[in-house]
């Protein structure tokens, strides 16, 4: 059996992570496999985690204090983790996102983030200007965990609103469209999930100028994160968002229904065969 590599807690804040999540394990007298069976994550996730190799979410950390009897120790650390690996502009919005009950999603552009496959997220990526090969692979991995939102104990709720011409713009040419084009209908058919296109006879141009998504909370107002150049912003200005909220309702009296939505997106699908 290999070594255990030498984590040095002072090198990361997701490095800190590692090392005390290996010692609290220790000192519970459990082995890697033990602990994941405890928190319900692989034994794999455990060792990567415990190696600085993967960002712990707050649900994994979460869960190893419940097993390790711990006061929240690991679930504090890991805020300071994740928010090591993330685009400083957007930290702030992911917090919201993952206390959400609910999320309404537009893009007029692309494939909504919490959807796209990573083929697809990684294209889009690299066509960030001065973005690295590594870190696009960061934001990437980012990005696909998002959907974690759907595997929390009490999971959102997400109405999703596409653009039609976002079916049709080849980003990653045929055989990855045709890939997040079945990927969306896979979600898209999800009972938490509704994705719904607006087409283009809409002309439904008060969606053209930006991406947004709003966020309903537990215990607080709305907020709302809006994608634009050269970063997005997250808002949580009453007036502001209500404003948003006005917005998404008017974009989505002009959306296709469910079914004629899944509709659009088999046939979409099929052309990029």
Known sequence: ??????LHPEASPLALFGYEL????????LT??????????STSMVGMVERGLRRPEKAFAQRCDAALQLDGVLTRLSAVARRETDAEHFRSWLDIEQEAITLHTWDPLLIPGLFQTKDYARRVMAGEPGVDEESAEQLVDGRVRRLSVLARPQPATIFTLIDEGVLHRPVGGPAGMREQLDHLLGWARHPLVTVQVVPYCAESTCGLLSAFVLAELHDSPCAAYVDCSPRGRTIEDPETVAQLVKRYDAIRTEAYPRHMSLKAIEEAARKWT
């Open 32 to 41: 890697q496999r033990q602990l994941a069976a405890k928190i319900v994550f």
């Open 1 to 6: 059996m290999p070594r255990p590599i030498e």
């Open 22 to 29: 290996r010692r609290h394990r220790q000192a519970a007298r």
